[in-house]
């Protein structure tokens, strides 16, 4: 038997650092995906040092375990989480809920890798669907869809910053106060972009970036990137993306003209494992 995954990457459009304290988010699976096939005929185990390491945390048997991935790694697009949902759901199958699925990658990532995250990484990736944007209530732990508008037009724009996140976390260098503060404004700012025009959802952008500042995720040298882009003709709004410390800078844009060497990106499909005997 083979078992083959295959999981977007996660664009988060607004609800930063508000997944772990039951706030909510706006995000949507990238067309990039990361494919592990897993070959139940093999008799021992082989791939990955990583890899292997977690399959064995799931509970996996022996099997051949190969990744082919267009996630970036350390870029704030959850390549680490699309792993653990591709371990997770080639160790049980395709009976396994999306949700527990979810839950089983979350696990995965806190024992193996050490990254204490959150559940947006996971559930922006099983509950998304194509041409749709995925709310995600993190204190029901439930989500919705909404379809994408033709005028938010996203693009990524790499900081060139690799960023290690199991050795950075702002809740050990934040306040208390700068912290709940941060939560509350980015919830709010979750639920006021469901709604916004492009111009709206820009100021928001910004808005969330500098509150990221605030809580320490960011770096002066994402700062200045930032702060460069914002500047440009044609740029509603921009943010740093993900975890922090680096990676993408997520980007509205007028129109498909502007950072023209850079993709459209659209919303595509949620993860998915398949099973050939």
Partial sequence: MIRRASIPGRINIIGEHTDYAGGCSLAFASPHRLILEADFNHPSFEG?????????EAGGPPARLKI????????????????????????????????????????????VLGTQC?????????????????????????????????????????????????????????????????????NARVHQAIDANKERLGQILNESHESLRKIGVSTPEIDDQVYNIQKMNGVLGARMMGGGFGGMILVLVNNAEILPEEELLVPSSPGFVEEHL
């Avoid at 990955?48 to 064995?56: G, P």
């Avoid at 724009?157 to 503060?181: C, F, M, P």
Wanted: net charge negative.
């Fill in 68 to 111: 082919n991935s267009t996630i970036p790694i350390g870029k704030g697009m959850s390549s680490s989480a699309a792993l653990c949902l591709a371990i997770a759901l080639c160790v049980h199958g395709p009976t396994l809920k999306k949700q527990e699925a979810c839950i089983e990658a979350q696990r995965l990532e806190h024992a």
């Fill in 118 to 186: 959150g559940l947006l990484d996971q559930m922006s990736m099983m509950h998304s669907q194509e041409g749709h944007y995925t709310f995600i209530d993190f204190s029901t732990r439930t989500t919705s869809s909404i379809p994408s508008s033709s005028s938010w037009m996203f693009k990524l724009v790499d900081s060139g910053i690799h960023r290690t996140l199991n050795t950075q976390d702002y809740r050990e260098t934040a306040t208390q106060e700068i912290k709940q503060q941060h939560v509350e404004n980015e």
């Fill in 48 to 56: 990955d040092e990583t890899v292997m390491a977690l399959w064995m």
